[in-house]
């Protein structure tokens, strides 16, 4: 832009303001001072009232009504009867025993893969971020490089690791030319629960490394320093210095990851669509289905899932927080 459309734009803000200036002291006065505030925040608390209050509400007023239709006022109360039929079971560690045996089936899949994806991703972020903290070559170029896969569509990862992996995928097609057999990769369940993990690790540990590496950046190096006057040997520094430092950052990344793990959907709907049978279908794609593809759509259950899947992420949170306030204490 030329200095003179600067000028044309610099005098339209000016008049802009000008503008607006008679209204807003009109209401500092009207108002106060202390509460003007308000009227800036307004906006933002619309926005955050009908895109997640107004939804919220619905969901629980789903919860406890019944019936198949999607207006509110044509659903009739049925109080705790959707959490009933949920929990319902003779043996909860037998699925086929339940009368929702794909929801319990989902949540066992959803527990072995939050706990491999979060532990396996917070200990390979840790490493990346130590390694990436220090002085290597082309370090600007690595944290770039790591950070990359968080950029992309989670329809466009699961999209190529579908090609790669597919049976006349790239994968195969080397395995093939190094003298093996195909492997079913997203046809076998011991398989496809592999890459599940596998390729959310690969699209989200670049977030968790930066957030790492922020931590570690955070630590006075007068520490370090004052270590190797010492003779401190690195893994000495590694467990006395960095990881205590680190935590109250560590257990941030440990909630986020929990609670991304848990909702873990659209990399794995598109990568497998929840098969072979049900090895891949997780807690979220059984609420998604439950409510819009079957030929009945039972709201009123994937609320309650829903629910229930919230009340537990918030007590895990809490624990998590809690334990990270004893540690620190």
Same mark, same amino acid.
């Given at each position: 832009?030329?200095?003179? &459309? @600067? #000028?044309?734009? +610099?005098?339209? =803000?000016? $008049?802009?303001?000008?503008?607006?200036?008679?209204? *807003?002291?009109? !209401?500092?006065?009207?108002? &106060? @001072? #202390?509460?003007? +505030?308000?009227? =800036?925040? $307004?906006?933002?608390?619309?926005?955050?009232?009908? *895109?997640?209050? !107004?939804?919220?509400?619905?969901?629980?007023?789903?919860?406890?009504?019944?019936?198949?239709?999607?207006?509110?006022?044509?659903?009739?109360?049925?109080?705790?009867?959707?959490?009933?039929?949920?929990?319902?079971?003779?043996?909860?560690?037998?699925?086929?025993?339940?009368?929702?045996?794909?929801?319990?089936?989902?949540?066992?899949?959803?527990?072995?893969?939050?706990?491999?994806?979060?532990?396996?991703?917070?200990?390979?972020?840790?490493?990346?971020?130590?390694?990436?903290?220090?002085?290597?070559?082309?370090?600007?170029?690595?944290?770039?490089?790591?950070?990359?896969?968080?950029?992309?569509?989670?329809?466009?990862?699961?999209?190529?690791?579908?090609?790669?992996?597919?049976?006349?995928?790239?994968?195969?097609?080397?395995?093939?030319?190094?003298?093996?057999?195909?492997?079913?990769?997203?046809?076998?369940?011991?398989?496809?629960?592999?890459?599940?993990?596998?390729?959310?690790?690969?699209?989200?540990?670049?977030?968790?490394?930066?957030?790492?590496?922020?931590?570690?950046?955070?630590?006075?190096?007068?520490?370090?320093?004052?270590?190797?006057?010492?003779?401190?040997?690195?893994?000495?520094?590694?467990?006395?210095?960095?990881?205590?430092?680190?935590?109250?950052?560590?257990?941030?990344?440990?909630?986020?990851?929990?609670?991304?793990?848990?909702?873990?959907?659209?990399?794995?709907?598109?990568?497998?669509?929840?098969?072979?049978?049900?090895?891949?279908?997780?807690?979220?794609?059984?609420?998604?289905?439950?409510?819009?593809?079957?030929?009945?759509?039972?709201?009123?259950?994937?609320?309650?899932?829903?629910?229930?899947?919230?009340?537990?992420?918030?007590?895990?949170?809490?624990?998590?927080?809690?334990?990270?306030?004893?540690?620190?204490?």
């Amino acid at each position: 832009m030329t200095g003179a &459309g @600067l #000028r044309l734009l +610099g005098a339209a =803000f000016a $008049a802009a303001m000008n503008l607006l200036e008679p209204p *807003f002291r009109w !209401l500092e006065r009207r108002l &106060g @001072l #202390r509460r003007i +505030g308000w009227v =800036f925040v $307004a906006p933002n608390l619309a926005v955050f009232a009908i *895109f997640v209050v !107004l939804p919220m509400l619905l969901n629980f007023h789903y919860a406890v009504t019944g019936s198949s239709r999607l207006m509110p006022a044509d659903r009739p109360f049925v109080g705790l009867e959707n959490f009933a039929t949920l929990l319902a079971c003779e043996d909860h560690l037998r699925p086929s025993s339940c009368g929702q045996d794909r929801f319990w089936r989902a949540v066992y899949n959803t527990l072995g893969f939050v706990a491999l994806q979060v532990g396996f991703m917070v200990a390979m972020a840790l490493v990346t971020a130590l390694a990436l903290n220090g002085r290597i070559l082309a370090r600007g170029f690595f944290r770039a490089a790591f950070f990359y896969p968080v950029l992309l569509s989670p329809v466009v990862v699961a999209l190529v690791w579908k090609w790669i992996l597919q049976r006349d995928g790239i994968l195969n097609a080397l395995i093939v030319a190094s003298g093996g057999e195909r492997l079913p990769f997203l046809l076998d369940p011991g398989w496809a629960f592999f890459w599940t993990v596998f390729v959310s690790i690969w699209a989200h540990m670049g977030f968790y490394t930066l957030i790492l590496l922020a931590g570690l950046q955070g630590i006075p190096a007068d520490l370090y320093e004052a270590a190797t006057m010492d003779g401190t040997p690195r893994w000495r520094m590694l467990l006395r210095i960095t990881l205590p430092l680190l935590m109250p950052t560590m257990m941030v990344v440990l909630v986020l990851a929990l609670i991304r793990a848990v909702q873990a959907f659209d990399e794995i709907y598109v990568l497998t669509g929840g098969g072979p049978g049900t090895a891949t279908q997780y807690v979220v794609q059984y609420i998604y289905e439950t409510a819009f593809t079957n030929s009945i759509h039972i709201f009123g259950l994937a609320a309650a899932a829903s629910i229930l899947v919230g009340a537990v992420l918030l007590v895990l949170t809490l624990v998590q927080f809690g334990l990270g306030r004893r540690k620190e204490g």
